[in-house]
Nanobody, 126 residues
Framework: QVQVVESGGGLVHAGGSLTLSCVAS????????MGWFRQTPGKERLFVSV????????YYSDTVKGRFTISRDKANYTVHLQMNTLRPEDTAVYYC???????????????????WGQGAQVTVSS
């Protein structure tokens, strides 16, 4: 089993920045990739970004590309999501997720990930 815990959410004005962090524990050697999703009330959970644990290869949704940056600290089993130029539409609960599957099998759908954190609220005011 793998456990993932997010931190770093909060309230920020439009144009501001926030960094989310996610720490993995347990059988971390099983993890191939770590991703971020976000969800607003009544809507489906949507892909934001993913990073390959070994290669460091990254992918982003079109809505955040160029504004968000995902990175990993392998020594501490931590993934960060640096969010810049935030917009009110970025307001959501952000979830960290871990996958034991390689990226080639897919990474934008929630079923690609086995392990989920509890979520971190990000609110961007206009």
């Amino acid at each position: 089993q793998v456990q993932v815990v997010e931190s770093g959410g909060g309230l920020v004005h439009a144009g501001g920045s926030l960094t989310l962090s996610c720490v993995a524990s347990g059988r971390t050697g099983d993890i191939f990739s770590m991703g971020w999703f976000r969800q607003t009330p009544g809507k489906e959970r949507l892909f934001v970004s993913v990073i390959s644990w070994n290669s460091g290869m990254t992918y982003y949704s079109d809505t955040v590309k160029g504004r968000f940056t995902i990175s990993r600290d392998k020594a501490n089993y931590t993934v960060h999501l640096q969010m810049n130029t935030l917009r009110p539409e970025d307001t959501a609960v952000y979830y960290c997720a871990g996958s034991t599957l390689p990226l080639v099998t897919g990474f934008t759908e929630i079923h690609h990930y086995e392990y989920w954190g509890q979520g971190a609220q990000v609110t961007v005011s206009s």
